[in-house]
């Protein structure tokens, strides 16, 4: 079954350490996206890529890093820069919105700051 | 400022009701809305999209309406089941951010047996 697939689950991180977040679909959607969502609200975006080897800021770039340098694969970096980085990270994909199709979503990614 | 409005208060309804849940937005000029469900602890599950020259779209039980004059949207559940209890989020393209979706805070409904 296609799908997106985010790892790990929940992730813990120290001060000062940056973490690396995984995003992997096999739907050969050409757009993916990085939402960040904080108890009781809605999601903010991150970062968006259209294609390989291109991707734009969001809302809320800043303290965060993305590469897409396979179509598959979209990861996400919290940086030490950071400052509050406890939140539910959701990675997504999209064939095009001019094709009536709604995002697909990962299961998601809990990061604590301990 | 743009915005998007869900009502933040949980909606409780009987089972067998139809539930309303109200979308609006201001300072947008969506070419297509969305609708999704989102379970706790889990991603937002797609729904229904409606483009801005339809005004309404249905799917099994779902109804969606788009007036863009009015800048609302409202999602309906008819003949509402507990299962039906989660947060729904409406979510517009921003023109300005290269058509990417924004999202509202999701409006939570618990559907009573």
């Known amino acids: 079954d296609g799908g997106i697939t985010q790892s790990p689950k929940y992730l813990f991180r120290k001060e000062g350490q940056n973490v690396t977040l995984s995003c992997e679909q096999n739907?050969?959607?050409?757009?993916m996206y990085w939402y960040r969502q904080d108890p009781g609200q809605g999601l903010r975006l991150i970062y968006y890529?259209?294609?390989?080897?291109?991707?734009q800021k969001g809302d809320i770039a800043e303290g965060y890093s993305v590469s897409r340098e396979k179509k598959e694969s979209f990861p996400l970096t919290v940086t030490s820069a950071q400052k509050n980085p406890t939140a539910f990270y959701l990675c997504?994909?999209?064939?095009?919105?001019?094709?009536?199709?709604?995002?697909?979503f990962g299961s998601g990614t809990r990061l604590t700051v301990v | 400022s743009q915005k998007i409005e869900q009502n933040s208060e949980a909606l409780n309804i009987q089972e067998g009701k139809t539930a309303t849940l109200t979308c609006n937005y201001t300072?947008?000029?969506?070419?297509?809305l969305q609708w999704y469900r989102q379970d706790p602890g889990r991603g937002p599950v797609f729904l229904l999209l409606?483009?801005?020259?339809?005004k309404e779209k249905r799917k099994e039980r779902l109804k969606v309406t788009f007036d863009t004059t009015l800048k609302q949207s409202l999602f309906h559940i008819t003949a509402s089941q507990p299962a039906d209890s989660a947060t729904y989020l409406c979510?517009?393209?921003?023109?300005?951010?290269?058509?990417?979706?924004?999202f509202g805070g999701g409006t939570r409904l618990m559907v009573k047996p």
């Open positions: 997504a994909s999209s064939m095009g919105r001019d094709l009536g199709y709604g995002y697909t």
């Open positions: 739907l050969n959607h050409d757009a």
């Open positions: 890529s259209q294609i390989v080897n291109d991707f």
């Open positions: 300072n947008y000029s969506p070419a297509y």
């Open positions: 409606i483009r801005e020259n339809e």
């Open positions: 979510a517009l393209e921003n023109n300005n951010a290269g058509n990417m979706l924004t």
